[in-house]
């Protein structure tokens, strides 16, 4: 091979090498970052799609959990990730107790309230009846990470 094909070979091998070292070097130091989102009050991960400890979810025409026990003064926070309202309402559909109605809560909207005394309090939407859950509240010394 005469020497401007080495150097043509020499060239294009270390554009190559260079590349790789450049996207292995991107891949590597892409994710490091000074902020930390890893939690908010209400014990979600921010990052991903699972309900914090005093969360839950309104996604898909359900409640996620459907289901929660919480410690008497818990705060729960619910937050509708569909793309049109939903309520949360205190009862059962034909028979709400008045204890909490959000209203409509629009798409990415939040409902936030504090329960202050124990018993199983269930809950709805008004505009979608199937779609219920149950808060379960117990003595302020439930602890759910025991």
């Known amino acids: ?3 401007s094909k080495f150097s043509k070979m020499a060239l294009i091998i270390s554009s190559k090498l ?3 070292i450049f996207i292995a070097f991107i891949s590597i130091f892409s ?3 000074k902020y930390d989102s890893s939690s908010n009050s209400y014990g979600n991960n921010n990052n991903n799609n699972i309900p914090g400890a005093n969360e839950v979810f309104i ?5 996620s959990p459907a289901s ?5 003064g818990t705060t729960i ?9 939903h309520t949360v309402t205190s009862g059962a559909p034909g028979s709400a107790s008045g204890l909490f109605d959000s209203g409509n809560i629009a798409s990415n909207g939040t409902f936030s309230y504090t329960f202050d005394q124990e018993g ?3 809950y ?5 009846n199937s779609m219920r859950g149950t808060i379960t509240v117990q003595s302020s010394g439930y602890n759910p990470k025991r």
Request: some cysteine; overall charge positive; proline content about 0%.
């Open 1 to 3: 091979m005469s020497t």
């Open 120 to 122: 199983t309090f269930n």
């Open 124 to 128: 709805f939407c008004k505009i979608h």
């Open 31 to 33: 994710g490091c970052s």
């Open 77 to 85: 926070k619910w937050t509708n990730y569909d793309g049109y309202a």
């Open 59 to 63: 996604q898909g025409n359900s409640f």
């Open 18 to 20: 260079a590349l790789i």
């Open 68 to 72: 929660k026990t919480i410690a008497v």
